[in-house]
């Protein structure tokens, strides 16, 4: 099996405990993955979707097992989202080598500090109008199985798998963004962290890059692009997307900031 091998990890919302985590395709990730640290930026278990239906597939335990694994070998930090924000009443403690604290800053190879947070904190439709993030959920829900649907076909037809809900929110990400000053309130977060850069998920939007002087990085998910943001030996930062297609994983060019703390567009 090809072993993946990076300084630090980071992977943000797995959803685990719906449907739509590509659960498969995550172990063979995990199961094969050599790093220094970990992070888990949010959103790993989908605490919504269960109180709803309180469903757990079997196949999802396998992850929890395969982190706990990487956890008895190499610090793993859980950094809980609002689909798992039940794990904030465990800030500050450590189970089976997994230390859960609401954010972290962390220190790339290169010295650069980095704000580690899920993201629904800078989120005014989460901060300010909790019933639209819940509408927001259920439309989302609806939105994947209706594309389960459009895949099949589209398999039929010979075409590759396509994310309806990915296409939906690239049409809406700038209005979202200015409606909710997101990236205004990621800038300053940064800036009284004392950090240059910010690494979080929540959006489920894989991307790295600058703005207003600061660099960003986007986990992304493992629903639509499978993706995660891993750090080198050398502190470049890289995001790779689709996991679920990779046996074994091409080498894919790192994404480096320049000496400024900027980090080149790469959604």
Known sequence: M???????VFLSDLHL???????????????????????????????WKLARRPEWPSSHSSVIRSILSIAGRTPVTYIPGNHDEFMNEFDGRSFCGVKVCKEAVHT??????????????????????????WLGDR??????????????????????????AAFLKRKVKNAVKFFSL????????VRKSGAEGIICGHIHNPAARAF??????????????CSVLVEHKNGAMEIIKGFDKMIPAPAFPAFRGSQSGAAPAAD
């Open 139 to 164: 439309a989302y829900d609806i939105t994947l199985r209706l594309n389960s649907g459009i895949n099949v076909l589209r398999s039929a037809a010979g075409f590759e798998e396509w994310s309806l």
């Open 182 to 189: 997101y990236e205004t309130r990621i800038a300053q977060s």
């Open 17 to 47: 405990g719906t449907p739509w985590c590509k659960v498969k395709s995550l172990v063979r990730f995990l199961s094969s993955l050599e790093c220094e640290k970990l992070y888990l930026v949010g959103d790993i278990i989908d605490g």
């Open 2 to 8: 090809n072993s993946f091998r990076y300084r630090t």
């Open 212 to 225: 207003q002087g600061i660099c960003y990085f986007n986990c992304g998910d493992w629903i639509d692009h």
């Open 108 to 133: 790339g190879a290169d010295g650069r500090k980095y704000l580690v947070t899920h993201g629904h904190e800078f989120d005014a439709v989460m901060q300010h109008g909790r019933w639209l993030a």
